[in-house]
Each structure stands twice: as structure tokens, then as C-alpha cells.
């Protein structure tokens, strides 16, 4: 159709509507490349749209499971507390004390779930799309990451200067073959040492600081945690 006008135009040597029909068929082609260009935006801004969904929902699974996690490190660091302050309390007579109820010893302990993180930079597509909640969401990771490992290189110290060595030198070994998981309990030596040594009173309250350490340490992560499943889940509901 469009060769039979472009024939007969120039058959007929009407040169100037010859141009003026080249030109409009020109930006008729344009136009279609246009549409076309924009169809293909429409699509991939959709399956751009769908993958970050995808993303932020793994996202928010691996930080409901921190929560969790985390969630029984602090549970762990009360049974510390009221196993200190117990210890404490009857620092003028260890006697009264059950053997079996002094528990000073162990840590606290927790990885950051960071394979989807590590997915999604691994990607050519920056996830999520709004900058302020990515900034938040890139935050709260090195923050819990800086918080882990200033926790993981103080207890280095702790546990080999302090933990360790009074562990060995007041308490023994006694497992529960009863148990299931058959649990292994540090049980004291002799108590009257106990309460006679000055060295194991400094290891008290140096278990104590210890302790009030992690809270602080894993409170703060809990409490970054829970604001950015906040902030991820109040995203994917309004876009």
C-alpha cells in the first residue's frame, strides 16, 4: 500500500508531497520504535517491580528469623543475670548455695542471616527502589555486624584471660548421661574455696559486666531489627 503511493507520487512528479509523505512515514516508524521502546520499559519495570517484592520478602524472612534467634540469646542472658545475682546474694555464705545452681559460665552467640542480602547485591538491580529504605536496611546490617563482632573480639579476651582458667581451677565436669542432649554442667570443686577466694569474687563481677555487655550489645540489635521488618513490611504493603 505504502509502495503503490510512494509509485505513483513519483510517477507523477509531485516531488514536493513526495517529501512531505517520506517524512511522515519517517515519524510514523519513529513513533512505532517509541511504542515500542516504551512497552518494553512497561515490561521490564513490572518484572523489576515483582523481583524486588521477591527480594524484600526474603529479606524480611531472614530478619524474622534473627528476630527469633536473637530473641532466645536474651532469654539466655537472663538466665546469666538471676544466675549472678544469686551468686552475689550469698556471697557471705556460698554454703547455702546448690552446687548445681551456679551457673557462670558460656556466652552468647549469633550470626547474621545475610544470604539474600548478599543475593540481592550480587544483582544488577538495586533493591529495594526508594534510597531511604535501602539506606535503612543497609544500616541495620552494619550495625548488627559492628555490634557481633566488637561482642566476638571482647569475649576473646574474656573467655581466655578470665572464663577459661577459673573453670578449670574451681569447678569439674559432670555430664548428664540422662539427658538427651546429654548435657555437660561445670559443678563446683569445693565451695568453702569458693568463698574464701578473692580471685573468684573479681571473676563474679567481671562475669557480671560481661554479661550487662551482651544485653546491651543484643538489645540494640534486637531493637534494629524489629524496626526495619517495620519499615520492609509497611513498603510492601502500600507499593
Known amino acids: 500500500f505504502f509502495r503503490h503511493i510512494r509509485r505513483n507520487l513519483m510517477e507523477t512528479g509531485k516531488t514536493g508531497k513526495y517529501f512531505k509523505y ?13 511504542i515500542a521502546l516504551q512497552i518494553n520499559n512497561w515490561n521490564q519495570d513490572k518484572q523489576n517491580k515483582i523481583y524486588e517484592k521477591k527480594m524484600l520478602s526474603e529479606v524480611l524472612d531472614d530478619l524474622k528469623l534473627d528476630s527469633t534467634m536473637i530473641e532466645t540469646q536474651l532469654n539466655r542472658i537472663k538466665y546469666f543475670e538471676k544466675s ?13 548455695l546448690d552446687a548445681n545452681s551456679i551457673r557462670l559460665f558460656g556466652g552468647v552467640y549469633f550470626i547474621l542471616n545475610t544470604k539474600t542480602l ?15 529504605l535501602r539506606k535503612k536496611i543497609t ?8 555490634y557481633i563482632d566488637l561482642m566476638s573480639l571482647e569475649d ?9 582458667p577459673i573453670e578449670k581451677k574451681y569447678f569439674k565436669i559432670v555430664q ?14 569445693d565451695i568453702k574455696l569458693l568463698h574464701s577466694s578473692s580471685e573468684f569474687n573479681d571473676f563474679v563481677l567481671r562475669r557480671k559486666s560481661r554479661v550487662i555487655r551482651w544485653k546491651w550489645a543484643y538489645e540494640n540489635i534486637n531493637n534494629s ?14 507499593n
Not at 87 to 96: Q, R, T
Not at 139 to 146: A, G, I, N, P, R
Open 176 to 189: 548428664d548421661t540422662s539427658s538427651e542432649t546429654f548435657d555437660i554442667d561445670p559443678v563446683p570443686i
Open 118 to 132: 548478599e543475593t540481592i547485591k550480587s544483582g544488577n538491580v538495586q533493591i529495594p527502589f526508594d534510597d531511604e
Open 156 to 164: 576473646e579476651k574474656y573467655f581466655d584471660q578470665w572464663s577459661f
Open 225 to 238: 531489627t524489629f524496626e526495619t521488618i517495620t519499615a520492609i513490611s509497611d513498603y510492601l504493603e502500600t
Open 84 to 96: 549472678i545475682d544469686t551468686v552475689i546474694k550469698a556471697s557471705n555464705d556460698l554454703s547455702l
Open 22 to 34: 517520506a517524512i511522515g512515514e519517517i515519524i510514523l516508524v519513529v513513533i512505532g520504535i517509541l
Open 139 to 146: 544500616s541495620h546490617y552494619h550495625k548488627s555486624k559492628f
